[in-house]
């Protein structure tokens, strides 16, 4: 049996915490069958044995099989998943009011004596939001901004030039811990908060607050701009009203594809366009206000090829949140690695969607 896979009589894989292993096993093998480095989306050097002919059909062959007993192992999984649970998604509505964080709400945060991750800080702080409040949420840059002005945290070049915001050593007295992981074969170093870095944090929270308002009226005049440019294109044209920013309410959000493969980003914008009501009089998602907000948090960063081509690739902290790799061949036969997204990902697009607008 081909890496010893354990099997069921049906032929359907056992042990499903193994499942992932294997996935991410098939995905190596068959970036080796094309003649590409896993870890480094490097074309291997001539010679090597992978390019051998007879080598790279079986490495496809094993590649498939494995495919071929992974894809009804998955599609099980996600019919037990579906039948047992059909909630609607919690998602952020459209931003509506500007940040507060009062006194009695941050009384509420829990001092956590695990270190944290940074990101992970960000998301108890929005949980302590009321459902259904309206407000501007805050993100990872907003703390992240606070902490590099007080000489918390400094960037540092990471991985292919990309920067990383990791502790000073202020920060690592104050708390700030540099963590490392390995994620999807690749090496991530990020920031994690023990318990006096987060009650720092507290002390500092209004600051990154007062920076989610100012991207919230930023947001504002965006729409006033747009709201007056379509007053002004109805009086010219009679009857053609200005569209409102693209939103989606929850029980939209709750009919996106409930289904846990990879997809392309502009089949997540396909996908979303497709739960407006019809004849919505809402400005249409693009793929790329996706993939740029995916880039403003440091989940994606753009590259330029040698004959000046922007690409993107997933960041250490990109892959961590659910993003990944897949290599494709062009129209003119150029090899390229393909950006997906998968559940993890899409999640997180369903839960800041009426941001991107």
């Known amino acids: 049996m081909v890496f010893g896979l354990w099997e069921n009589k049906k032929g359907m894989m056992k042990m499903p915490a193994e499942s992932r292993v294997l996935e991410r096993a098939e995905q ?41 007993k992974i894809g009804p192992n998955r599609e099980t999984q996600n019919t037990k998943k579906a ?78 030039g990309k920067e990383t915001n990791l502790p000073s050593p202020h920060g690592e007295e104050m708390g700030f811990v540099r963590a490392e992981a390995d994620v999807r074969g690749r090496h991530a170093v990020y920031t994690k908060c ?3 870095a987060q009650r720092f944090i507290l002390e500092k929270i209004q600051d990154c607050v007062a920076l989610a308002n100012e991207r919230f009226a930023r947001y504002q005049a965006q ?10 294109a109805a009086s010219g044209k009679g009857s053609r009203s200005a569209k409102e920013r693209f939103h989606l309410t929850e029980a939209e959000l709750a009919k996106y594809p409930d289904d846990e493969a990879p997809v392309p980003v502009s089949e997540i914008a396909r996908r979303l366009n497709d739960l407006l009501a019809p004849n919505a009089n809402i400005e249409k ?57 998968g559940p993890a990902a899409q999640k997180l697009v369903l839960e800041h969607v009426n941001e991107l607008g």
């Not at 291997?44 to 062959?61: F, H, N, T």
């Not at 729409?223 to 002004?232: F, I, P, Q, T």
């Not at 250490?316 to 990944?324: D, I, K, N």
């Open 83 to 160: 039948a047992k649970r059909r909630e609607p998604r919690r998602t952020k509505r459209l931003a509506t009011a500007a940040l507060s964080l009062s006194s009695d709400t941050l009384s509420k945060y829990e001092i956590s004596e695990e270190p944290v991750s940074l990101s992970g800080v960000v998301r108890r702080f929005n949980a302590l939001l009321p459902e259904g409040n309206g407000m501007m949420p805050l993100i990872y840059s907003d703390v992240a901004e606070i902490l590099t002005r007080e000489g918390i945290l400094l960037k540092e070049a990471g991985e292919k």
């Open 223 to 232: 729409d006033a701009a747009r709201e007056k440019a379509g007053e002004a």
């Open 285 to 341: 998602l693009y793929f790329k206000s996706i993939r740029d907000w995916f880039v403003a948090q440091g989940l994606l960063e753009s590259k330029t090829d040698a004959v000046g081509k922007t690409l993107f690739e997933p960041t250490e902290a990109g892959l961590a949140a659910g993003l990944l790799t897949e290599p494709r061949i062009g129209k003119n036969g150029e090899s390229y690695n393909a950006v997906l997204y």
């Open 28 to 68: 190596y093998i068959r970036k080796l069958s094309i003649g590409v480095n896993p870890l480094s989306g490097e074309a291997l050097p001539e010679g090597d044995a992978c390019k051998q002919e007879r080598i790279s059909k079986c490495l496809a062959y094993v590649a498939d099989y494995l495919q071929q």
């Open 194 to 196: 023990n318990a006096a």
